[in-house]
């Protein structure tokens, strides 16, 4: 709870009873590059627009280029074969049920700043700093970034 005097870091100088003018919206990344992921079961993030996109018990319009049947053709990246499988570990014929739903865990990028400070460190430097990253076969970011994508 705040105090008096005090705001949420959000919203800035602005008190909680008046409203506060809202962001400008900031445009989605469209590169279609990959990013470099931050640890290694980290879903990969959509480097494209996906305004309009029909993701509904209808159609999945991401399976048009992610499918396995269509990789060929896009050159997208295929969805991992994890999202074949069910909870058994069973493989399916087509995307499970469970992981259709694209943005459940997989999101565009903007190029908004930062709304907060991030302190995020590297699985790789910690180990690197400890002294223990060769140890663990973690050579370099090169090998950590192939292990990751």
Known sequence: MLRKGEHDALRGNVPLLEERTP?????????????????????PTIPHKIDNYQVDLNANRCMSCHSRQQVAQSQAPMVSVTHYMDREGNFLAELSPRRYFCSQCHAPQTDAPLAVENDFVDIVEILRQQGGAQERGLRNDQTYQEATQ
């Not at 400008?24 to 879903?43: C, F, G, I, S, T």
């Open 23 to 43: 962001e400008p919206l900031y445009q989605v990344e469209n590169k279609d590059l990959r990013r470099a992921r931050a640890y290694p079961m980290q879903p």
